[in-house]
């Protein structure tokens, strides 16, 4: 069974983009042209969107949004007055988009609408704002820093480039939030080279004020994109980039765990390679950070780790520390408690035996 969609509805925004980059198109958005939020309840859609009207189609769950315009009203990002009513047209809407090549549509034949030439920016690689209206969301900064991310070759076009300088000149990126910032960064985080993304702010003028916590230092760009290149997790792409940057999550309002292990990172990273050389060490570096219940959170520091230190051997460091844990792991401790149990030992002396079982699973293996 198929919902009827009120007036003429097109298929908007990143599928459009991505089929046309020969990708596999991820969720279809689409706008509806020519309806009223009550056609679209009566023909069963649910409405969703509390600061605009955006429905889910009751069947396929797709977002089908009515065509609409905004108004700058207020500071900030949230500062819009949205106008949304069966005259407005596709064009009107597609014009209140950040980049072009997020600004093109399909109509229900499949042709290609396309009034400010996102298909030709997207051939050339680059990323362009569709009208000066661009400057008034400051997110857009951030949202384009992060397409440079995933799209490294892609170029900001030079008129853009100002309009980004303006945002920050203006302070319209002093509006931005803590939160909304970490959404941002941590998608941009997760693409191809983050480091484009940095490269981003930084050219802009934005990196004091959303980045205040972090050195704009060189080795911050191999730690991120080697980080992703070994397709590691958020968290410990963020401990890389953050390790010399304690308070960098809390600024953010980053989840608490990618606070943990960037605080931990920092914390141990001066010392991993001593704590390499000797069980001891290794001991006192694993109790640390509770290792014999969340081992897999040290295996992420290290990985982290092996992302920023250069001498000695990061993964000599890696590797050792590693191998030496998962013999540590590997100890039958229930075997050992019921054999000091039948032995009459019990209270601190197991736990002294459990420290000398694993102290000489941590020696190194000559």
């Not at 309806?35 to 069963?44: E, H, K, L, T, Y």
């Not at 999550?249 to 991993?272: N, S, T, Y």
């Not at 014999?292 to 982290?304: C, G, S």
């Not at 009459?344 to 000398?356: K, M, Q, T």
Request: with cysteine; glycine share 6%; net charge neutral.
């Amino acid at each position: 069974m198929t919902a009827r969609v009120p007036g003429c509805s097109f298929r908007v925004g990143g599928s459009v983009r991505d089929e046309l980059l020969g990708q596999t198109p991820g969720d279809h958005d689409w706008v509806v042209v020519g309806a009223s939020p009550q056609a679209m309840v009566d023909a069963g859609f649910k409405p969703v969107g509390k600061d605009f009207p955006v429905f889910l189609h009751p069947h396929t769950g797709e977002e089908y949004a009515l065509a609409r315009t905004e108004r700058k009203s207020a500071p900030g990002y949230h500062g819009f007055t949205v106008h949304a009513a069966p005259g407005v047209t596709l064009e009107e809407d597609l014009a209140r988009r950040d980049l072009t090549i997020n600004a093109m549509a399909r109509d229900a034949e499949g042709r290609l609408i396309d009034p400010f030439g996102g298909a030709r920016d997207l051939a050339q690689g680059v990323l362009r704002h569709v009208s000066p209206a661009f400057v008034e969301d400051p997110v857009r900064l951030l949202r384009l820093a992060r397409f440079a991310a995933r799209w490294p070759s892609f170029t900001v076009a030079p008129e853009t480039q100002v309009l980004l300088k303006r945002m920050v000149d203006d302070g319209e990126v002093s509006a931005l939030v803590p939160e909304r910032v970490w959404q941002e960064l941590a998608r941009g985080l997760m693409e191809t080279r983050p480091s484009r993304m940095f490269a981003v702010i930084a050219d802009s003028g934005a990196w004091p004020r959303l980045l205040r916590d972090l050195r704009a230092e060189p080795e911050l760009a191999q730690r991120v994109d080697t980080a992703a290149a070994r397709g590691l997790s958020l968290s410990v792409r963020f401990a890389a980039l953050a390790c010399h940057a304690p308070t960098l999550a809390l600024h953010l309002k980053a989840p608490h765990d990618v606070r943990d292990l960037a605080a931990m990172l920092h914390r141990e990273l001066e010392g991993l390679p001593q704590a390499a050389a000797d069980a001891e060490s290794m001991m006192a570096l694993f109790d640390r950070c509770d290792a014999w219940r969340r081992p897999a959170r040290v295996d992420e520091m290290l990985m982290a780790a092996q992302c920023v230190l250069d001498e000695p051997d990061p993964w000599t460091v890696g590797l050792v520390l590693r191998a030496a844990l998962a013999r540590a792991q590997a100890l039958d401790l229930a075997r050992l408690t019921r054999e000091a149990l039948a032995a009459g030992v019990s209270g601190l002396e197991i736990g002294a035996r459990i420290h000398r079982a694993r102290m000489t699973a941590l020696a190194p293996v000559r």
